[in-house]
């Protein structure tokens, strides 16, 4: 038996909010939108072409306080999230184009290029394209 990590569930505000920027900002296609109650949905979005790389974020709504205060934050400051692409100038691009704010570089590393931007509510995140 295999075992992976399918799903990494990130706080959000608004679910038709977050789709929108998943889908617009980084190209993620929407996996599935069930809706469970007429407070909770079950949304998952994956980068467009990730095939059977990676894994998907479910989109989960803050539903109460304390999860509210986590929105953006879920690791304490830190990059929470890893974007590898093997179309970096087009990804930073993307982000320029839709003033997604770029916290650190562009820059080279031994691994490749990074640079670290925030998402819609504020999480960092690593946009990587690892050298060949």
Known sequence: MKNYIGQLAILVDDYDEAIAYYQ???DFK????TYLSETKRWVVVEPADAGDK???LLLAKASNELQKKYI???SGGRVFLFLYTEEF???HSRLIENKVEIVNGPRLENYG???VFKDLYGN???LIQRNE
């Open 113 to 115: 290029q990074v640079l």
């Open 54 to 56: 990676g894994c998907q």
């Open 30 to 33: 929407l996996i599935e939108d």
């Open 24 to 26: 617009k900002v980084l």
């Open 124 to 126: 960092l995140w690593d």
């Open 72 to 74: 953006g934050n879920q």
């Open 89 to 91: 100038e087009l990804m």
